[in-house]
């Protein structure tokens, strides 16, 4: 079965620090990896993807993908209160179908 | 342009009553997928249309729940005889096509919240 793992969390963290946000998975033949951020009640949104090893930078956002470890993580700099959401993340498993991690919450207090 | 749209935003039914929910993908988006997220869950993937065929159903619970996808635009969801369990938010998400690369991004809708009294 195609697993994506996240922890929970919640990760907090202050204002203006580094958030790190982690997910590994489990199917090697992955190819496109996203990261999503969904505020309660509402649908998830589209932060960045990767496709390629390596670091991938977006503003303040940066995704880092290592396919040797199934390991990819978001990482946001200078975190605002309202970074404060649930990040998904979410690989490309084939078919162009979408599997999901659980999520990781993230709290930034101000 | 405009994003993918769901309709109803809400919908309350009773136990053994039909729904149906329609999805409106961004335009040019030609596949489209159906996810339902039940409180405090992830999302669960459901079913996805290439076009107007299904090539992957393998997510649908039951033979209670059905999908169609006509002019290769819009599509609704329909579960039959609904049960409390199938109480959640059902989203909508389309991506210009399955080709790999950035053309796959998949942009969902607002989601509609059934609950099943």
């Known amino acids: 079965q195609k697993e994506v793992e996240q922890n929970s969390g919640p990760l907090s963290v202050p204002e203006g620090a580094i958030a790190s946000l982690n997910c590994t998975y489990s199917?090697?033949?992955?190819?496109?990896f996203f990261w999503y951020r969904q505020y309660s009640g509402k649908s998830p949104e589209l932060i960045m993807f990767?496709?390629?090893?390596g670091d991938k930078e977006d503003g303040r956002f940066t995704a880092q993908l290592n396919k040797a470890s199934q390991y990819v993580s978001l990482l946001i700099r200078d975190s605002q209160p309202s970074d404060s959401a649930t990040y998904l993340c979410?690989?490309?498993?084939?078919?162009?179908?979408?599997?999901f991690g659980k999520g990781t919450m993230l709290l930034v207090s101000p | 342009g405009a994003g993918v749209s769901q309709s109803p935003s809400n919908k309350v039914t009773e136990k053994g009553k039909d729904v149906e929910l329609r999805c409106d993908p961004i335009?040019?988006?030609?596949?489209l997928y159906w996810y339902r997220q039940s409180l405090g869950q992830g999302l669960e993937f459901l079913i996805y249309?290439?076009?107007?065929?299904?090539?992957?159903k393998s997510g649908l619970p039951s033979d209670r729940f059905s999908a169609e996808r006509t002019g290769g635009s819009v599509s609704t969801l329909t579960i039959q005889r609904t049960q409390q369990e199938d109480s959640a938010v059902y989203l909508c998400?389309?991506?210009?096509?399955?080709?790999?690369?950035?053309?796959?991004?998949?942009?969902f809708g607002p989601g509609t919240r059934l609950t099943v009294l």
């Open positions: 249309f290439q076009g107007n065929s299904a090539p992957d």
């Open positions: 335009s040019g988006h030609t596949a």
């Open positions: 199917d090697r033949g992955s190819q496109s």
């Open positions: 979410a690989v490309n498993t084939g078919y162009s179908t979408l599997t």
């Open positions: 990767i496709y390629s090893n």
């Open positions: 998400a389309s991506s210009f096509d399955i080709a790999g690369g950035d053309t796959d991004t998949q942009y």
